[in-house]
Structure formats: C-alpha cells, structure tokens
C-alpha cells in the first residue's frame, strides 16, 4: 500500500471522522501525511504490510502530530523508516524532502521495539536528468534494499535501534549521523563520534535559555501595521 491523500479532499473529513478512518487520534489538519498513515494502518490486515510516503514534518512535529505517533509506537507496527535522497520525486517537488514508512503488522521477535532508520540523502545518491527530474541512483537503491532486508547497522546510512522511553521523533536524520560535511571557505570537515564522553549530561535548551518564535516577513515593504 503506497498511500498519500489529497489534502483538498481530506479536510473536510477531519473534524467529524465519521467512519473512524484515524484511531491512532486526530492530527493537524495541515499533516495529511500521518492520516495517510493511520488510514494505511487501518485497512491493512492483522498480518499485513505496507508503506506510506510522508513528508519530513510527519515525522518530528510535536503537539497532536507527536501524540499520534506516539499511539502508534505503541502498537510496534513502524519496522523502518527511510529518508529518501532529496529531489527524489523531481518536477514541482523537487524541493520536498520525503521518507518511506515501513509498515508490519507482525514485525517478527528480533524487532520487537525495534526500528530500522536508514538516511539515504547525501553526495552521490541522484542522478541528474532534464528539466529538475532526478533519479535515485542504482547504488543507493540496491543499498536502500539490501539493508531494510537484512536490518544491519551501516555506518552513515542505517541504525537498527530501540527507540527511547518516550520518544517520538521519527526522522532518521536524529539517528544516523554523516560523519563528514562540506563548509564553504573550509572544505571537508569530519566529526569523530566514538571521542563523543559517554554518558555526557544533556539539558533542553530552554531550561538554559528564553526561546521565543519567530515571525514571518512579508515579501514586500509596507507601512501597514496589520501586515
């Protein structure tokens, strides 16, 4: 089951959700990406498996969206999930960054509480063809393949992991780490993780710090207040 709703059609139905299409609970109404995946998780058969494209905010934003996958942890249904390379779906999406969801009704004992992140975006992952259409390149897909099959650890691109007590962030770019970045005026810079101090003590930042939203600018200048 690959599943995307249209978002024109599905607003409508959210408020009411008259047939009980979401029982893991009501998201945004802007995140038709995790209705998608709770309408797929719904029709599928008690040993049935699919997967569901979603967009990156599907996977991290907190509030209602949050409680929804966590309702859906809980249930150990997730058996990966897969950060596409970016441009992957080309033309006017170019720019949307997406992931594959994996889903298994019946994840055998091995992934009991186990999720396989794989983060495939990153240099030599597309191949370029005309008019911003781009193609994942035959490497990455048989890569992609031969690890949501055999569920190994690789460095840089996937990590089989228990997700902590109460997590709920699902994007694979929290888990698995490039260990190597390009900086404009400086080059290759690599990141050593095992020098990272073992149990180094972590706080929220706001508990160090006030963290106020931001605001958005207009396109244009104008003198009107209300804008």
């Given at each position: 089951?690959?599943?995307e709703i249209n978002r024109a059609a599905l607003?409508?139905?959210?408020?009411?959700?008259?047939?009980?299409?979401?029982?893991?609970?009501?998201?945004?109404?802007?995140?038709?990406?995790?209705?998608?995946?709770?309408?797929?998780?719904?029709?599928?058969?008690?040993?049935?498996?699919?997967?569901?494209?979603?967009?990156?905010?599907?996977?991290?934003?907190?509030?209602?969206?949050?409680?929804?996958?966590?309702?859906?942890?809980?249930?150990?249904?997730?058996?990966?999930?897969?950060?596409?390379?970016?441009?992957?779906?080309?033309?006017?999406?170019?720019?949307?960054?997406?992931?594959?969801?994996?889903?298994?009704?019946?994840?055998?004992?091995?992934?009991?509480?186990?999720?396989?992140?794989?983060?495939?975006?990153?240099?030599?992952?597309?191949?370029?063809?005309?008019?911003?259409?781009?193609?994942?390149?035959?490497?990455?897909?048989?890569?992609?393949?031969?690890?949501?099959?055999?569920?190994?650890?690789?460095?840089?691109?996937?990590?089989?992991?228990?997700?902590?007590?109460?997590?709920?962030?699902?994007?694979?770019?929290?888990?698995?780490?490039?260990?190597?970045?390009?900086?404009?005026?400086?080059g290759e810079v690599r990141f050593d993780w095992?020098?990272?101090?073992?149990?180094?003590?972590?706080?929220?930042?706001?508990?160090?710090?006030?963290?106020?939203?931001?605001?958005?600018?207009?396109?244009?200048?104008?003198?009107?207040?209300?804008?």
């Amino acid at each position: 089951v690959l599943s995307e709703i249209n978002r024109a059609a599905l607003v409508p139905h959210i408020a009411l959700d008259k047939y009980g299409q979401y029982p893991y609970g009501m998201a945004q109404a802007r995140s038709t990406s995790l209705f998608s995946l709770s309408h797929a998780l719904r029709i599928l058969k008690p040993e049935g498996r699919g997967i569901v494209l979603v967009e990156d905010g599907a996977l991290f934003r907190a509030g209602k969206d949050g409680a929804v996958r966590r309702s859906i942890l809980a249930e150990d249904v997730i058996e990966a999930v897969i950060a596409l390379p970016d441009g992957v779906l080309g033309g006017r999406a170019f720019s949307l960054s997406v992931n594959l969801v994996l889903l298994n009704k019946r994840k055998p004992k091995v992934l009991s509480k186990k999720i396989l992140f794989v983060n495939a975006r990153g240099n030599d992952t597309m191949r370029a063809g005309r008019e911003r259409n781009f193609s994942m390149t035959a490497a990455i897909g048989e890569k992609i393949f031969d690890v949501c099959r055999t569920k190994k650890n690789t460095p840089e691109f996937s990590r089989l992991l228990q997700m902590p007590e109460g997590e709920t962030n699902l994007l694979p770019g929290n888990y698995v780490y490039h260990q190597a970045v390009e900086m404009e005026g400086i080059g290759e810079v690599r990141f050593d993780w095992s020098l990272w101090p073992e149990g180094l003590a972590a706080m929220p930042l706001s508990e160090v710090a006030d963290v106020y939203r931001g605001i958005n600018i207009v396109g244009e200048v104008t003198e009107d207040p209300q804008r």
